[in-house]
């Protein structure tokens, strides 16, 4: 399968600064998403983004799929920002049905200091 | 839309006891699947389905059984609870191949 490695594992910021989270992952993917872990447990989806770049607010993500990283970018940090931010890909599953699985990396925790 | 919604929040179980987890959604989605999150071990697929009475293995399914009796829901079964089921259970949604998958709050199992 895919392997995901997600830096930097532990990230502790001021509010108010900008952070870069990494993601590399070892084969071509079609499927690339980026979640927030908020501290109550929940998945939120950030970004559905397997190749390009996307924006929304203080967020943003790129994907260089010939290189395989991506990178999610958060600027003017606020404490509701602190949670893990996982990185996932689509991994094929060997089937009947086909398919894929998303494969995520073990996570960048945040955490933001008022 | 309620989205992805998971049945109970949270559980104890003794071992050897059994419990259906339901996953419900709302936005007409063909596949569901259903994840565990362990420490440190990130989201790892338990069963999926692609339609309406489909169900397929993932990479930890052992233990679990799964049935899509309607499109909405996806139940995930374990028939006799072990104290390596102790987990945060994830379900998710999706239009199909390689779209965006939408989680559920998940459901905290622990198993005694």
């Known amino acids: 399968g895919i392997q995901v490695e997600q830096s930097p594992p532990d990230l502790i910021l001021q509010e108010g600064a900008n952070s870069t989270l990494r993601c590399n992952f070892s084969?071509?993917?079609?499927?690339l998403q980026w979640f927030h872990q908020n501290p109550w447990g929940q998945l939120i989806n950030l970004f559905y983004i397997p190749s390009g770049t996307k924006q929304n607010g203080r967020l943003s993500a790129t994907t260089v799929a010939t290189e395989r990283y991506s990178l999610l970018y958060i600027s003017s940090s606020q404490t509701t920002d602190s949670g893990v931010y996982f990185c996932?890909?689509?991994?094929?599953?060997?089937?009947?049905?086909?398919?894929?699985?998303?494969?995520f990396g073990t996570g960048t925790r945040l955490t933001i200091i008022p | 839309n309620a989205g992805v919604t998971q049945t109970p929040k949270f559980r104890v179980l003794k071992t050897g006891q059994s419990m259906t987890l339901l996953c419900a959604q709302d936005m007409n989605h063909e596949y569901m699947y259903w994840y565990r999150q362990d420490p440190g071990m990130g989201l790892r697929l338990i069963h999926y389905s692609v339609g309406e009475g489909t169900t397929a293995k993932g990479e930890v399914p052992d233990g679990y059984n799964v049935s899509r009796l309607k499109k909405q829901n996806f139940l995930l079964g374990l028939e006799s609870a072990a104290p390596s089921q102790t987990s945060v259970y994830f379900c998710?949604?999706?239009?199909?191949?390689?779209?965006?998958?939408?989680f559920g709050p998940g459901t905290r199992l622990l198993v005694l």
């Open positions: 084969d071509s993917v079609n499927n």
């Open positions: 996932a890909v689509g991994d094929p599953i060997i089937s009947n049905f086909g398919n894929e699985k998303l494969t």
């Open positions: 998710a949604s999706s239009w199909g191949y390689q779209e965006t998958q939408y």
